[in-house]
């Protein structure tokens, strides 16, 4: 059997086909970390450049002394502004994201807007207005962000206060849950509010900053729902995602850990399987595809049967150089990622380790990025090994390469729709697409269907691979090779 492999490899590496899925896998790598290095800085710019010439033109056909049109006016040429004195500042200045996400520069600005060309305009609270925006940008060109959030955390506080003191009054139920769920709201975002001043988290683009912005939106989520009775299966799911984003944002925050980069050679690693899945399916299907049509093809068939080997054992060694070939495209994967990705970023970021959160536990979990990548390769192992199986196998019944290669590639090309409709079809649950992704378990996951869990799910995988391998080694063995 040992030989049989060994011949095997020999066979499939004097090909240059896959000396040109190697050169494919370096350009693959070099590609995806030039690409997560590459500013988008100017794309950011002719974003607002695009903007400010459509207000202008909206402007231009506007005309304000006409009552219908004035508000639409005011507010077109409040956006005008805005867009303007964006750029003022760099892109992923901490005055754009302000700007951006608070409504503090943009309402100085409508109030000097409705003031100036306004029905009701007036000259004096024109004047205010104008000292009110003066403070503001005087602000953001010194780059006193902190002051903008000493303000919005006073104003924030008072709000609190202010529906606190209405609960004392109100009796109807109804009206308390809502008043009392604003009240969370409110708290959430004054919580990251003092995170920003204790931890100096600034409103730029930074890894912490973003992170202040995950956990607003994974908490107010969580807020809304955690108390909800009779949660749908798309609520539970939002539930949980929200508490996992909720849960790793804080834990980032309050161990103050900045990361340069998110999306950097450490993030490609970790989700090598996101990132390379689709040319490692690929190249592993190419190769199980033409490894048994390949010899009916060229004839080179009879010449194998008349060794001293069983047909079973042929085969089996050209399933088992089928399987080994994904691992040797992960490897090679794994390597160039390594080595590609550390000359750019440098060898530090893999260092820093992911961070995961544990519903089992309801902890945080941290794990060295080698060991995460590990685990979410084991996860999609049993997608890649069916997707080999599958082409491997149609080679062996059809000896068509261009079926064999085909039909698997569009089966994981359109496998998200498929799952798509389990809630419909409930006997889809246990094809194979809903099964073949075991990533959906980690951490206390659940299946993308009710009724599935993590043993269940390995089960069906392996059904599907027997009756495929079974089905391929009876029409093997009973194939006539006499006019071959």
Not at 121 to 150: M, N, T
Not at 167 to 174: E, H, M, Q
Not at 414 to 434: E, G, H, M, P
Not at 443 to 472: D, K, R
Request: charged share 20%.
């Amino acid at each position: 059997m040992s030989r049989l492999i060994k011949n095997e490899f020999k066979k499939l590496f004097s090909r240059k086909l896959m000396y040109v899925l190697f050169i494919i896998i370096i350009g693959a790598a070099i590609m995806a970390n030039l690409l997560y290095n590459t500013s988008m800085s100017y794309i950011q710019n002719e974003n607002l450049e695009q903007s400010l010439a459509y207000y202008d033109k909206e402007l231009k056909s506007t005309d304000y002394k006409k009552e219908e049109q004035n508000s639409y006016y005011i507010n077109i040429k409040t956006e005008y502004d805005l867009t303007k004195l964006k750029l003022e500042y760099a892109p992923n200045s901490w005055q754009n994201n302000f700007m951006n996400n608070s409504d503090t520069v943009y309402l100085a600005l409508n109030e000097i807007n409705q003031n100036t060309y306004g029905l009701n305009k007036d000259s004096k609270k024109l004047q205010e207005a104008q000292e009110k925006f003066q403070k503001i940008k005087e602000r953001l060109d010194s780059g006193d962000w902190k002051s903008f959030v000493s303000d919005q955390l006073n104003t924030n506080k008072e709000e609190i206060a202010f529906y606190e003191e209405q609960l004392k009054s109100i009796k109807d139920k109804n009206t308390v849950e809502e008043i009392k769920q604003t009240i969370e709201m409110s708290k959430i975002t004054q919580q990251t509010l003092e995170w920003r001043l204790e931890k100096n988290i600034t409103y730029d683009n930074s890894f912490l900053s973003s992170k202040i912005e995950e956990y607003t939106f994974g908490a107010q989520s969580v807020k809304r729902l955690e108390n909800k009775e009779n949660r749908t299966k798309e609520e539970e799911h939002e539930y949980q995602e929200s508490l996992k984003q909720m849960s790793i944002a804080k834990y980032y925050i309050e161990n103050n850990i900045q990361i340069e980069n998110e999306y950097d050679a450490r993030y490609v690693l970790s989700n090598l399987t996101n990132e390379y899945g689709i040319f490692i399916v690929i190249f592993s299907i190419i190769v199980a595809g033409t490894i048994v049509s390949n010899e009916f093809q060229k004839g080179t068939i009879k010449l194998l049967l008349t060794r001293p080997y069983s047909r079973n054992k042929i085969l089996f060694s050209k399933f088992i150089v089928s399987i080994i070939c994904i691992f040797i495209f992960i490897i090679i994967f794994i390597i160039a990622q390594y080595f590609i990705g550390g000359i750019i970023y440098g060898f530090d970021v893999f260092n820093i380790p992911e961070v995961e959160y544990n519903f089992n536990t309801n902890s945080i979990v941290v794990i060295p990025v080698l060991q995460y990548m590990s685990i979410k390769i084991l996860c999609v192992l049993p997608m890649y090994i069916l997707l080999t199986t599958l082409a491997f196998a149609l080679s062996t019944i059809t000896m068509n390469s261009s079926i064999a290669i085909a039909i698997p590639i569009l089966g994981y090309m359109v496998s998200d729709a498929i799952n798509i409709f389990i809630d419909r079809v409930k006997l889809l649950k246990y094809f194979v697409t809903a099964n073949w992704d075991l990533s959906v378990y980690l951490f206390g996951g659940q299946g993308i269907a009710e009724g599935l869990n993590f043993w269940l799910s390995i089960a069906i995988c392996c059904v599907y691979l027997v009756i495929m391998l079974v089905v391929a080694f009876i029409v093997f063995k009973k194939r006539d090779i006499k006019n071959v």
